[in-house]
Structure formats: structure tokens, C-alpha cells
């Protein structure tokens, strides 16, 4: 396997970055109308998770978030409100297109960025049985973590999440630069940045003979 390197940078965690403040009269869309967006899209830097905040109650409001993410795939997730406070989706949004909304929203909402966010699974080459290298380096201030799966990388249904553990290569909530390497055998590697804006570059790479 070749060694695969590239960077993520998220954009900053920002109240009605996806929509700003609204109510709406019945089930209907939300306007795409934040500072992140444009002609009714939202573009963000790099796929990562959003927020739906609301001043009051809407634990009765189900909202169906579409987009694509970092590969230009679409998907698709729906998201049940609460009661003042803020519901994370579970998705990796690089753009969203719509926010379908199931009933009438009285108190005011917002769709936002959060600092937090996957990147695309990396997949790895099950027959070579040498594990794996990861290395990340970091400029400016993120917190992150590199994660593993044995969940299939080429599932045909992007909207349906892998299951992901933390990689013994490096470990969870770093914030420096870090080498490890994991005689672990997994199906694929990704990112995910807890916090901060800064630049995180993962290079992973195996070697070994194939069994």
C-alpha cells in the first residue's frame, strides 16, 4: 500500500453558520441561509457534524438533514429536536442542500457548525497482516484522534455510519504531532477532529507480505 497523506482543516464552530435564526409555520424546509452559505447551499471547509439549536421546545420536531460529504456522495440522516439545547447530527457534512423539517417550529432555530468532525475512512489492505503506521502533524490548535474500523470501508450506503474505536497506533485526544504503528489488523483508518481550527495531516501506510 501506498502511503496516503492529506490534510483537514474545519471551519470554526458558528452559531446559524448553516441557518440562521428561524421559525417556520408547518412542516417545510428551513431556509440554507447562514454566513456559510450561498444560492441555498452551505459549503463547509471539510465534512463535519452539525448542531440544531433551539431556544425552546421541539423534542416533537423531526428533521431530515441532505448533503454530501468530502467525496461528493449524497447523504442523508434525520434528527430529532430537543428541548433548549443543541442535537448534534451523526453525519459528516461537506455541503448541506436541504433541512426538511416535520412540524411547525414556534421557537427559533439555528442550523450550526461544531468543532467536530470525521474525515473519509482511508481503507487498508486486509491481506498484508503487518498491521499499520500512522503519523500526524499539526499546526495551529486542534485536538484529535485517529480511529479504526472493521466495518466494510466500500459499504454501498454512504448514510449508514461505520463503527469506529480508537487506533492503538496513536491513541485518543492528541494535540501534537505523533508517530505509532499497530500490529492490528483493521479494514480502515480516519480522522476525527474533536476541537480546535487548526491543520491536522495523517499519512498512513503499510508494508509487509501479503498472506
Known amino acids: ?8 482543516a474545519l471551519a470554526a464552530a458558528a ?7 428561524q421559525t417556520t409555520g408547518g412542516a417545510q424546509n428551513l431556509l440554507i441561509n447562514g454566513t456559510l452559505a450561498s444560492g441555498g447551499v452551505a459549503t463547509l471547509a471539510a465534512q463535519q457534524q452539525l448542531g440544531i439549536t433551539s431556544v425552546g421546545d421541539i423534542h416533537l420536531v423531526v ?7 468530502d467525496q461528493g456522495r449524497i447523504i442523508s440522516e434525520t434528527v430529532t429536536g ?4 443543541t442535537v448534534n447530527t451523526v453525519l459528516n457534512y461537506k455541503t448541506v442542500t436541504q433541512i426538511a423539517c416535520s412540524a411547525a417550529i414556534a421557537s427559533a432555530v439555528t442550523v450550526d457548525t461544531i468543532a467536530l468532525g470525521s474525515s473519509s475512512a482511508i481503507p487498508l489492505d486486509v491481506y498484508l497482516q503487518n498491521g499499520h503506521t500512522v503519523s500526524v502533524k499539526v499546526s495551529g490548535t486542534v485536538n484529535y484522534t485517529v480511529q479504526v474500523t472493521n ?6 450506503n454512504p448514510s449508514t455510519p461505520l463503527t ?4 492503538p497506533a496513536i491513541g485518543a485526544g492528541q494535540t501534537t504531532n505523533q ?3 499497530t500490529t492490528n489488523v483493521y479494514r480502515a483508518v480516519r480522522l476525527l477532529t474533536n476541537s480546535g481550527t487548526g491543520t491536522a495531516t495523517i499519512t498512513v501506510s503499510q508494508q509487509g ?3
Not at 430537543?82 to 439545547?85: A, D
Open 1 to 8: 500500500m501506498r502511503p496516503v497523506t492529506f490534510s483537514r
Open 15 to 21: 452559531v446559524g453558520a448553516v441557518c440562521a435564526v
Open 63 to 69: 428533521f431530515t438533514i441532505t448533503g454530501t460529504d
Open 82 to 85: 430537543v428541548n433548549t439545547n
Open 151 to 156: 466495518d466494510d470501508p466500500f459499504s454501498a
Open 164 to 167: 469506529w474505536i480508537t487506533d
Open 179 to 181: 508517530l505509532g504503528s
Open 209 to 211: 507480505l501479503i498472506v
